[in-house]
């Protein structure tokens, strides 16, 4: 019995380079469906920042005073 080139098997380059790519295949769909689900379970929303964060940073870039700042972080806390 005299076997050929392809035995069934997948044997040879051409047969490593395809279960490679069908490695590859199921790692980016599996982690399509990981970021989806992150995704949807977070709702759709990215990160916001809190209102403080937004106060401090106003702050810092001289938009409102000391006195309202004070005046605006006791209303938040």
Known sequence: ???GMMD???????????????LIF?????TGLVLL????????KREEES????LKKKYA???ISKEEFEEKKKDLL
């Open 37 to 44: 689900i992150r995704y949807l379970w977070q709702g759709g």
């Open 1 to 3: 019995m005299q076997l």
């Open 26 to 30: 199921w790692i980016l769909v599996i």
């Open 51 to 54: 209102a403080l964060e937004i």
């Open 61 to 63: 870039r001289g938009e």
């Open 8 to 22: 069934g098997y997948g044997s040879g380059m051409m047969g490593y380079g395809a279960w490679i790519l069908w």
